[in-house]
């Protein structure tokens, strides 16, 4: 018979037995299962933890009892955290790891449409476009309705030139997820970069509705807002980028102080632009603001320029118009190197900021007409505002001509405005995440306005700014008999235009080798493009002074020579001379016998 005692000790002894085989068989003490691993990578990338989320991955990598399926999941995970990793740590060596992963994830499963989507990202990063695009083209067929695909393959189409492409693929991630906001952003990056600025002003407001704390995006609309002529509201984009950023910004500081010059508000002007001088002592454009700010309000600017620090580089843009500015270069030399072909929009970007200086340092001087003629030539597009027409109009509205009539240079064409492709030759994105930030940015250091955004961004990481085209000019020395007799097209000959009207000097007279040679003539510019020749052989003929074009090869470059002459006699040709010496900006050569 069993007692109680003996009972009550059998009772504990099971209850121990059973509460032991419990504890060791319980879920919190045995391994986790692969679905529990993978669950647990993806929550800790999704809070941030790489570290933690990398080692969640690679275990269900080495499980043996883990599916192809699940085994590719992983890879593809770990591709990922590879990817996020090489952002938050700036290691570009994680990159080829993060390939390599989701090489791994497609070779076990070839339809596995996420490791497409990141690898065709990561090869974006290491700078190969072309199979980005072919990945992110996979990855779109095996999932339409992946927004994130779309907008990364703009990524990739921009990267290829192939701007109105990437346009479209934007157009179709916002259409399938309207409230991501990075596309509206990405967007509006690529429309600046197209010269559409009024559009990209509402992608950004839209962007600002669901982010309103990043700072990149309000100084972007600023430079919109500056170059169709609202520098009222640039002003308090400029304002919050310095609010959300306000150490180590000195594009925001430079765009505010360049926009306080254009309100008339010269002493804030001054303040930001030395303040970001000290930052980025080789900035030229701004040395060149602070220069006329300086001589606005009375004070000397020469010494900005005059800095060794400053460049006079008469072959590159804005160097050219230190020169100018410094009485070494003529304004048409400085226009010249503005000029040159790139893309439209950039070019006309270049343009018009140069006419814009040129036409503010005549104003400062008192020169009311030759302030009139420079900005006069910015001119507005009948579909759309370009850059600084408004401000220009504004500018001329508000001039005190002065009392000495100066004729103006009929306004030369502008290049057709058409899509940006070599924009795309910077990437178009902030950095981001893998899965939700890769998105277009446009090269930031804007285009040619001042450097404000090192003109269009890489999605992945920033890219450096590309070089300054390098301008084409003719020496300015004495030339030699061989080289007045440059040689020219068939159909172009030498000719010389009467002294008549302005519209005369388009259609110049053609004159024969026999009626130049021996007779006397200098030389004032050489242009590009033989509309802008003709044009600047109106102010030459509106005082009574023979011209003729002389087309020659500089550097493999067609150039129009603009001469003035011929003269009978030296003293003639000295005379003529001494009056184009007279002109705002001229520095005519020597006088040479033909």
Same mark, same amino acid.
């Given at each position: 018979m069993i007692t109680g005692t003996t009972k009550r000790i059998y009772q504990i002894s099971a209850w121990f037995a059973g509460w032991t085989l419990c504890l060791f068989s319980a879920p919190a003490f045995s391994e986790p299962t692969v679905e529990e691993s993978l669950k647990a990578g993806s929550e800790a990338m999704g809070r941030g933890f790489l570290a933690e989320a990398e080692q969640h991955f690679t275990q269900v990598t080495n499980r043996t009892e883990a599916t192809r399926l699940q085994r590719a999941t992983a890879f593809a995970g770990r591709c990922a955290v590879h990817y996020k990793n090489s952002l938050t740590t700036n290691h570009s060596e994680l990159i080829p790891q993060a390939i390599s992963d989701c090489d791994q994830a497609i070779s076990l499963k070839s339809d596995m449409q996420q490791a497409y989507r990141i690898r065709g990202v990561a090869m974006l990063s290491a700078g190969f476009p072309d199979r980005a695009a072919e990945d992110l083209s996979v990855a779109v067929a095996l999932n339409p309705d992946d927004y994130l695909s779309f907008q990364n393959r703009a990524l990739a189409l921009v990267k290829l030139n192939r701007a109105q492409?990437?346009?479209?693929?934007?157009?179709?991630?916002?259409?399938?997820?309207?409230?991501?906001?990075?596309?509206?952003?990405?967007?509006?990056?690529?429309?600046?970069?197209?010269?559409?600025?009024?559009?990209?002003?509402?992608?950004?407001?839209?962007?600002?509705?669901?982010?309103?704390?990043?700072?990149?995006?309000?100084?972007?609309?600023?430079?919109?807002?500056?170059?169709?002529?609202?520098?009222?509201?640039?002003?308090?984009?400029?304002?919050?980028?310095?609010?959300?950023?306000?150490?180590?910004?000195?594009?925001?500081?430079?765009?505010?102080?360049?926009?306080?010059?254009?309100?008339?508000?010269?002493?804030?002007?001054?303040?930001?632009?030395?303040?970001?001088?000290?930052?980025?002592?080789?900035?030229?454009?701004?040395?060149?603001?602070?220069?006329?700010?300086?001589?606005?309000?009375?004070?000397?600017?020469?010494?900005?320029?005059?800095?060794?620090?400053?460049?006079?580089? @008469? %072959?590159?843009? *804005?160097?050219?118009? #230190?020169?100018?500015? !410094?009485? &070494?270069?003529?304004?048409?030399?400085? /226009?010249? @190197? %503005?000029?040159? *072909?790139?893309?439209? #929009?950039?070019?006309? !970007?270049? &343009?018009?900021?140069?006419?814009?200086? /040129?036409?503010?340092?005549?104003?400062?001087?008192?020169?009311?007409?030759?302030?009139?003629?420079?900005?006069?030539m910015i001119k507005s597009d009948t579909k759309r505002e370009v850059p600084y027409s408004r401000i220009a109009q504004q500018i001329l509205r508000h001039a005190v001509p002065?009392?000495?009539?100066?004729?103006?240079?009929?306004?030369?064409?502008?290049?057709?405005?058409?899509?940006?492709?070599?924009?795309?030759?910077?990437?178009?994105?902030?950095?981001?995440?893998?899965?939700?930030?890769?998105?277009?940015?446009?090269?930031?250091?804007p285009p040619v306005l001042p450097k404000a955004d090192e003109a269009v961004r890489k999605p992945i990481a920033e890219s450096a700014p590309a070089p300054s085209p390098k301008a084409v000019t003719v020496p300015e020395k004495k030339p030699s008999k061989a080289d007045l007799k440059a040689v020219t097209a068939p159909e172009s000959k030498p000719t010389v235009a009467k002294a008549e009207p302005v519209q005369a000097a388009t259609q110049p007279k053609t004159v024969t080798d026999q009626e130049i040679k021996g007779k006397f003539a200098f030389k004032v510019g050489?242009?590009?493009?033989?509309?802008?020749?003709?044009?600047?052989?109106?102010?030459?003929?509106?005082?009574?002074?023979?011209?003729?074009?002389?087309?020659?090869?500089?550097?493999?470059?067609?150039?129009?020579?603009?001469?003035?002459?011929?003269?009978?006699d030296r003293a003639a040709a000295e005379k003529g001379r001494e009056r184009v010496r007279g002109l705002p900006n001229q520095s005519p050569t020597e006088i040479v016998q033909r």
């Open positions: 492409e990437a346009m479209t693929e934007l157009d179709s991630a916002i259409r399938l997820k309207p409230e991501h906001p990075w596309s509206y952003y990405s967007r509006g990056r690529l429309r600046v970069a197209q010269g559409d600025y009024e559009a990209s002003i509402d992608d950004f407001i839209t962007f600002i509705r669901f982010k309103r704390d990043h700072e990149e995006v309000y100084r972007l609309r600023g430079i919109s807002r500056l170059l169709i002529g609202l520098p009222q509201q640039a002003v308090g984009d400029f304002y919050e980028s310095l609010r959300l950023r306000p150490n180590n910004n000195p594009d925001a500081l430079f765009l505010r102080g360049m926009t306080f010059f254009l309100l008339d508000r010269f002493v804030e002007a001054e303040q930001d632009l030395v303040a970001a001088l000290k930052m980025q002592p080789n900035h030229t454009e701004n040395r060149l603001w602070l220069y006329l700010t300086r001589e606005r309000i009375g004070k000397p600017g020469s010494a900005i320029l005059t800095d060794p620090a400053a460049k006079k580089d @008469v %072959a590159n843009w *804005p160097e050219a118009l #230190v020169a100018v500015f !410094l009485g &070494e270069a003529t304004a048409e030399q400085g /226009l010249e @190197v %503005a000029r040159l *072909p790139d893309n439209p #929009v950039e070019s006309q !970007l270049r &343009e018009h900021l140069t006419l814009l200086l /040129l036409g503010l340092n005549a104003q400062i001087k008192g020169h009311g007409d030759e302030a009139s003629k420079w900005l006069g002065s009392e000495t009539k100066v004729a103006a240079l009929p306004t030369p064409p502008y290049p057709p405005q058409s899509l940006r492709s070599s924009t795309a030759q910077s990437s178009l994105a902030p950095k981001s995440t893998a899965t939700a930030e890769p998105v277009v940015s446009p090269e930031s250091k050489s242009y590009s493009q033989i509309e802008y020749a003709k044009s600047a052989m109106a102010q030459y003929t509106n005082i009574g002074l023979p011209v003729f074009l002389e087309q020659g090869k500089i550097q493999e470059k067609i150039m129009q020579r603009v001469w003035v002459g011929p003269f009978d």
